[in-house]
């Protein structure tokens, strides 16, 4: 698990979910998933007990991955690759067709990393070692390798890091 301030990512070959699941979850994809990308990023606050702050927040975290996943998208995609990133909200495909299935980010988190996972108000929730459940989980699917994706994920977050604020 790589880390930059409040991100950490993980590139893992993908999970027997992704696999078993290949066509219901990328019904247009001709190639295998050969790499998955597991985005934990801190949140502000516990997402429990519900409010609308912390529903702001998840929103606001939402879509920083979703900018991330499609800077880290463009240039496979350029290469050829297939790459689709999950909507954290709802599970399905953010930038391609929609299957029969969602993805759930925390089950993906969970199987990869091994973290804990608790349900509050009928939600699962990842427990990170660090920030407990103030975490939200988000995923990426690549046909590129495993050492392809992790190049071009290290390269974008650099430059994240590096832009000025």
Sequence with gaps: ?????????AVHAPNAYI????????????RPARSLLVVLQRCPMSPTPPSQAVEASK?????????????????LMSQGHLVTYFD????????SPVGSMAIDDVAVARSLLGYERICNNQCWCLVHPIWGQAVYPSTLVSSASHHHLLEVVQQVLL???????
């Design 88 to 95: 954290p909200k709802t599970g399905l495909p953010a930038n």
């Design 19 to 30: 696999c078993d699941h290949h066509q219901q979850l990328l019904p247009e994809w001709s």
């Design 59 to 75: 929103n606001l975290l939402r879509d920083r991955f979703l900018a991330l996943a499609e800077t880290i998208a463009q240039p």
């Design 1 to 9: 698990m790589a880390a930059l301030a409040d991100i950490q990512y």
């Design 159 to 165: 430059l994240h890091v590096d832009a000025p604020s």
